[in-house]
């Protein structure tokens, strides 16, 4: 079952999902927008993002080792400030990350816990931009920022600016409590991952 904002309100309010910071205001007040919908809540741009190089290496998905550091070796990072957005160029692919932390604890005991999954929004869509477009899923017990896989199949560039409405998180119930199996994303803080300490 899909949460309702209402009920992603409860969930936030009862700790059973985690959104810091906290999106807000969580009804429209005045001018000001909420960045809840009916059954989605807005996720913003961190304002760090990684532009993969290219270069005389190959991905092999049968040993990616640590993927992470693998990718920001290889990779170009970019600080997006207010005065300096960057303008993706169409036929781009680059990583980048929300600014809020997603928690979906998993509770000891009981029937029911949360997942998520993460969507692009259409008026971003119809520009040309995919965001996160081949692996939405965010499993019970994940903690951390989200990292999207973006690309502008559009014929101009689109500006991205730091804390811009990027993605929208959608919040389901789980039925049973699962047996957590950490992935390699957990806890990442980088757009490419986790980057172990040296």
């Given at each position: 079952m899909?949460?309702?904002?209402r009920?992603m309100?409860?969930a936030?309010d009862?700790?059973?999902?985690?959104i810091t910071?906290e999106?807000?205001?969580?009804?429209?007040?005045g001018?000001?927008?909420?960045?809840?919908?009916?059954?989605?809540?807005?996720?913003?741009?961190?304002?760090?993002i990684?532009?993969?190089?290219a270069?005389?290496?190959?991905?092999?998905p049968s040993?990616?080792?640590?993927?992470a550091?693998?990718?920001r070796?290889n990779?170009?990072q970019?600080?997006?400030t207010d005065?300096?957005p960057?303008?993706l160029?169409?036929?781009?692919?680059?990583?980048?990350m929300?600014?809020e932390?997603?928690?979906?604890p998993i509770?000891?005991?009981?029937e029911l816990?949360l997942?998520?999954r993460?969507?692009?929004?259409?008026s971003?869509?119809r520009?040309?931009?995919?965001?996160h477009?081949?692996?939405?899923t965010?499993h019970?017990g994940?903690?951390?920022q989200?990292?999207?896989e973006?690309?502008?199949?559009?014929?101009?560039?689109?500006?991205l600016?730091?804390g811009?409405?990027?993605?929208?998180?959608i919040?389901?119930e789980?039925?049973g409590?699962p047996?957590?199996?950490?992935s390699q994303?957990?806890?990442?803080?980088?757009?490419?991952?986790?980057?172990p300490k040296?």
């Amino acid at each position: 079952m899909i949460l309702s904002n209402r009920e992603m309100h409860r969930a936030l309010d009862e700790g059973r999902l985690g959104i810091t910071p906290e999106p807000l205001p969580r009804t429209a007040q005045g001018t000001k927008k909420s960045p809840y919908d009916s059954h989605t809540v807005n996720l913003t741009l961190l304002n760090s993002i990684s532009i993969p190089l290219a270069g005389k290496y190959a991905y092999d998905p049968s040993d990616l080792g640590n993927q992470a550091d693998f990718q920001r070796r290889n990779s170009k990072q970019i600080t997006l400030t207010d005065e300096q957005p960057y303008p993706l160029p169409p036929n781009v692919f680059i990583l980048a990350m929300t600014r809020e932390v997603i928690r979906l604890p998993i509770p000891e005991s009981g029937e029911l816990c949360l997942g998520a999954r993460v969507e692009g929004r259409s008026s971003l869509a119809r520009m040309g931009l995919l965001v996160h477009f081949t692996a939405p899923t965010i499993h019970p017990g994940f903690e951390g920022q989200i990292t999207f896989e973006m690309i502008n199949l559009g014929p101009a560039p689109i500006l991205l600016r730091a804390g811009m409405a990027i993605a929208q998180l959608i919040v389901e119930e789980v039925r049973g409590i699962p047996v957590w199996t950490p992935s390699q994303f957990h806890r990442q803080s980088v757009p490419e991952g986790v980057i172990p300490k040296k």
